[in-house]
């Protein structure tokens, strides 16, 4: 069964420094999206691509995140200045199309900013 | 945006007894309802998901009924098992012009053998 991948499945980093969040979607999806969870807490959306352009993204999406899909299989989340806050399971997904049908997700990155 | 409310945030039920979860949603152009399974560590996996053109839908011991008039939906799992144990949440979208899930809390659902 396809899968989303993620890499890597966990990340420390110091707060200040850049992160990229690497994410496989399946292939024949054209829907891309990185949601977080902070330890204990809901899954929260942060952003949505599509046809290489973000469709939608929230209040967290701030100046200090980005997203790229840099060829025809990648898709990543990059984090310019880490926070202590920023620390999370973060979770890539994907969907054949758009709104009503399912997103699968990836297994996530757990970032620790130190 | 819309707003989604998921109750109870812990269960705990007998092998073999029923377990219900409830949600509400704020937004009533929403039309798609999905519930994921999440165990500890893991991703979280759709289990179950309803349109708003259904009523109901089941699925084995698993079933979903919405309420569209009372914005609600809820998830029923008959008959539990100890694998039955883990995080379930709820989710809401729109159907156009927003691509993203508003997901519930979350419930805690523990299957005591």
């Known amino acids: 069964e396809p899968e989303v991948t993620q890499t890597p499945s966990h990340q420390v980093t110091q707060m200040g420094q850049e992160v990229i969040l690497r994410c496989v979607p399946i292939?024949?999806?054209?829907?891309f999206y990185w949601y977080r969870q902070i330890l204990g807490q809901k899954v929260e959306f942060l952003v949505s691509?599509?046809?290489?352009?973000?469709?939608?993204k929230s209040e967290i999406f701030d100046d200090q995140f980005s997203v790229e899909r840099p060829d025809g299989s990648n898709f990543t989340l990059k984090i310019r200045s880490t926070k202590l806050e920023d620390s999370a399971m973060y979770f890539c997904?994907?969907?054949?199309?758009?709104?009503?049908?399912?997103?699968?997700f990836g297994q996530g990155t757990r970032l620790t900013v130190v | 945006g819309e707003n989604v409310e998921q109750h109870p945030s812990t269960l705990s039920v007998q092998e073999g007894d029923s377990a219900v979860i409830k949600c509400t949603y704020s937004?009533?152009?929403?039309?798609?309802f999905p519930w994921y399974k999440q165990e500890l560590g893991k991703r979280p996996q759709l289990i179950i998901d309803?349109?708003?053109?259904?009523g109901e839908k089941k699925d084995q011991r698993i079933a979903v009924t919405l309420n569209k008039t009372a914005k609600h939906f809820s998830l029923h799992i008959t008959e539990t098992q100890p694998e039955d144990s883990a995080v379930y949440f709820c989710?809401?979208?729109?159907?156009?012009?927003?691509?993203?899930?508003?997901f519930g809390a979350g419930t805690t659902v523990t299957v005591r053998a």
């Open positions: 997904a994907s969907s054949s199309t758009g709104t009503g049908t399912e997103a699968f």
């Open positions: 292939s024949n999806h054209l829907y």
């Open positions: 691509f599509y046809n290489n352009e973000i469709s939608e």
């Open positions: 937004d009533s152009a929403s039309n798609y």
């Open positions: 309803i349109r708003s053109n259904v």
């Open positions: 989710a809401a979208t729109l159907s156009f012009n927003d691509y993203k899930l508003s």
